[in-house]
């Protein structure tokens, strides 16, 4: 049972990495990236106490 | 005396020091930004920088991922944000809180005051212990929930995290903006007054607790937090080498219990255990492999 720890531990470090490499593609089909930037290009208001 | 100012002299900044920087002047390059009081816009800031760095200030090239996380909650569409998650995922996999130790301004700028030789705090544990999990709060409330169900009448939502709380905000947006154009100097009042008491209260902290901000409030943090254990950037701890001294843990500015969870969720990576090992133990490289790799691996490596 020991022995299988690194092996299961190397399993979930690719799943996850898997998985959110396929987030971003995802994100960037549908175009969220053009939201971030859309908000980050603007001074945020609320971000430096004003708004 | 003498000697004293020699060892000053000839003592080199640590490697996390000058990663630090180097990450700091990388992450905010725009430095004509701070001059002229405006922010950069080119195409870089639609990616997301892995560490808390307001996408307001106005030397940064990329955006801030906790804020872009709220946007994409709050906003019109109410669409699940696939790609700041998925980006946030990348760098929580692939490096955990090394982002904290090694990369994020505003961890460096607790270090530096940190270094103010003033008496230190210690934080009974019945007090920290639960404190700890105040930032998993902040992360979940003013991160996710309320930007994705408090919806104001425009029928989007606030930033609750970076309205309310970030600091970083205020040191790197709010301060720098305002120093260099009046008409905001105008605009600033009881939110701003709010946001410079927070940020205040968290300087003076840290002057007298090791990373007050990173132990208790970064919703950032938080999420790396999780997937420390599997990340590929990890720490190691040779046992057959451990002679149980307990350095490591005296010097981790983190309170890790190093000998028994070195890869735990508090574990920012910075590598002081490292440095104080006197049998070299402690390692810290990347695991790629499906075997365990051991810290004499890891040394033999490098």
């Known amino acids: 049972m020991k022995s299988n720890r690194p092996a299961a531990a190397a399993g979930i470090r690719y799943g996850l990495l898997a998985l959110a490499l396929a987030m971003i593609a995802a994100g960037v089909i549908r175009g969220e990236q053009l939201e971030v930037l859309n908000k980050a290009v603007r001074i945020c208001l609320e971000c430096i106490g004003i708004g | ?302």
Request: proline letters at 7%.
């Open chain 2, 1 to 302: 005396m003498f000697g004293v100012h020699r060892d000053r002299v000839k003592r080199r900044p640590p490697l996390q020091r000058i990663v630090q920087l180097c990450s700091a002047v990388l992450f905010n390059g725009y430095a004509l930004g701070f001059r002229k009081g405006k922010i950069f816009t080119g195409r870089s800031k639609a990616v997301c920088v892995p560490v808390l760095n307001c996408y307001s200030c106005p030397g940064a090239l990329g955006s801030c991922p906790i804020g872009a996380l709220q946007t994409s909650l709050g906003g019109a569409g109410r669409r699940f944000p696939f790609y700041v998650l998925g980006l946030l995922m990348l760098f929580g996999i692939v490096l955990g809180r090394a982002v904290c130790g090694l990369l994020c301004p505003f961890g460096l700028v607790q270090d530096l005051l940190h270094k103010i030789p003033v008496p230190k705090l210690k934080v009974p544990p019945a007090l920290d212990r639960p404190a700890r999990y105040l930032k998993y709060a902040v992360l979940l409330v003013l991160v996710v929930l309320l930007p994705a169900l408090a919806v104001t009448g425009a029928g989007v939502a606030v930033p609750y995290f970076c309205k309310y709380l970030c600091p970083a905000g205020t040191l790197e947006g709010g301060i720098p903006l305002m120093l260099a154009d009046p008409a905001l100097r105008g605009l600033a009042g009881a939110l701003f007054n709010w946001k410079a008491l927070v940020l205040l209260v968290i300087l003076a902290a840290s002057a007298l607790i090791h990373r007050p901000f990173c132990k208790y409030l970064c919703p950032l943090g938080a999420f790396y937090s999780l997937f420390n254990r599997f990340s590929f950037y990890r720490m190691e701890l040779d046992k057959s080498a451990c002679v149980g001294c307990k350095q490591c843990e005296r010097s981790c500015p983190m309170d890790v219990e190093v000998t028994k969870n070195i890869n735990g969720g508090e574990c920012i990576r910075c590598g002081k255990c490292k440095a104080v090992c006197p049998t070299g133990a402690i390692a810290s490289g990347f695991a790629f492999g499906v075997k365990g790799k051991s810290a004499n691996d890891w040394r033999k490596s490098v």
